[in-house]
């Protein structure tokens, strides 16, 4: 359980991180910063749970 719960804080930290990058980049192109975020951190949550998903099966 504890471990399930270390995973679920790595996929939080790599989903914002990565959420923030590309909701920066995708806002200097679309000038639509906060939209950017918004969508990128959803994007990099995502991904980061997919990398819980394949760490805690291993």
Same mark, same amino acid.
């Given at each position: ?5 270390k995973l679920n804080g790595y996929?939080? *930290?790599?989903? @914002? #991180?990565? %959420? ?6 995708? $806002?200097?192109? *679309?000038?639509? @910063? #906060?939209? %950017?975020?918004t969508i990128g951190a959803f994007? $990099? ?8 998903v394949i760490g805690y099966k291993?």
């Amino acid at each position: 359980m504890n471990k399930n719960k270390k995973l679920n804080g790595y996929a939080t *930290t790599i989903g @914002l #991180l990565v %959420g923030t990058g590309l909701g920066i980049i995708t $806002g200097m192109f *679309t000038e639509q @910063l #906060l939209l %950017g975020i918004t969508i990128g951190a959803f994007i $990099g949550y995502g991904i980061g749970l997919v990398f819980m998903v394949i760490g805690y099966k291993k």
